[in-house]
């Protein structure tokens, strides 16, 4: 068995009341901390043999555009502070996960900040890091790399970060999440053994 993931349901679109054959669902919470801890919950009750998460991305720049889909090639924990110079993290810490399983989509990487940026100035500065901003990544990816699962992620983009951010995502998000689904279920994703 498979394992679909979401921050909540509405982001797996119609596979929540209807998953794909040899798939499971389930949701994780908003935040890469209670993503963390839902995921490693479930990887040991659940015992899947591959994760993906579904989800919805803001973007930083014109590299990507509302309804944009893409696969998380790597999910890296970050914030403005460091960037800003303000704060740093010890060497030793962890801070970038690899998807290791393949997806159908175009790959880029995915910045997971603590909370949603507001400012286009700290949009500007997050897209030397990554063209899209997410929030729940990091704790699935490293849930799964800590218990040897293979894992991806699916996101759409349904907002620009920025100050207009959670009205354009309140208005986009249901309409993305339809499409992210109809391109992973187009490309034969779900098919794959």
């Given at each position: 068995?498979r394992?679909?993931?979401?921050?909540?349901?509405?982001?797996?679109?119609?596979?929540?009341?209807?998953?794909?054959?040899?798939?499971?669902?389930?949701?994780?919470?908003v935040?890469?901390?209670?993503?963390?801890?839902?995921?490693?919950?479930?990887?040991?009750?659940?015992?899947?043999?591959?994760?993906?998460?579904?989800?919805?991305?803001?973007?930083?720049?014109?590299?990507?555009?509302?309804?944009?889909?893409?696969?998380?090639?790597?999910?890296?924990a970050?914030?403005?502070?460091?960037?800003?110079?303000?704060?740093?993290?010890?060497?030793?810490?962890?801070?970038?996960?690899?998807?290791?399983?393949?997806?159908?989509?175009?790959?880029?990487?995915?910045?997971v900040?603590?909370?949603?940026?507001?400012?286009l100035?700290?949009?500007?500065?997050?897209?030397?890091?990554?063209?899209?901003?997410?929030?729940?990544?990091?704790g699935v990816?490293?849930?799964?790399?800590?218990?040897?699962?293979?894992?991806?992620?699916?996101?759409?983009?349904?907002?620009?970060?920025?100050?207009?951010?959670?009205?354009q995502?309140?208005?986009?998000?249901?309409?993305?999440?339809?499409?992210?689904?109809?391109?992973?279920?187009?490309?034969?994703?779900?098919?794959?053994?």
């Amino acid at each position: 068995m498979r394992l679909l993931l979401s921050a909540f349901a509405p982001e797996l679109g119609p596979l929540a009341d209807d998953p794909p054959p040899g798939w499971a669902v389930a949701t994780v919470g908003v935040g890469a901390v209670t993503a963390a801890a839902t995921t490693a919950r479930l990887l040991a009750e659940l015992r899947p043999e591959a994760v993906v998460f579904l989800g919805s991305c803001g973007h930083y720049d014109s590299r990507l555009q509302r309804f944009d889909c893409l696969w998380a090639a790597e999910a890296i924990a970050t914030s403005l502070e460091e960037l800003h110079g303000a704060a740093y993290r010890p060497g030793i810490e962890r801070v970038c996960w690899q998807a290791t399983l393949e997806g159908p989509l175009p790959t880029h990487p995915v910045a997971v900040p603590p909370a949603i940026t507001l400012t286009l100035e700290g949009g500007l500065l997050l897209a030397a890091v990554a063209p899209v901003e997410h929030l729940e990544l990091t704790g699935v990816y490293a849930a799964c790399h800590g218990a040897d699962v293979p894992c991806g992620g699916a996101l759409v983009v349904v907002n620009a970060v920025g100050p207009d951010a959670a009205s354009q995502w309140q208005a986009h998000h249901a309409e993305g999440s339809q499409r992210l689904v109809a391109a992973l279920r187009a490309s034969g994703f779900f098919s794959v053994p």
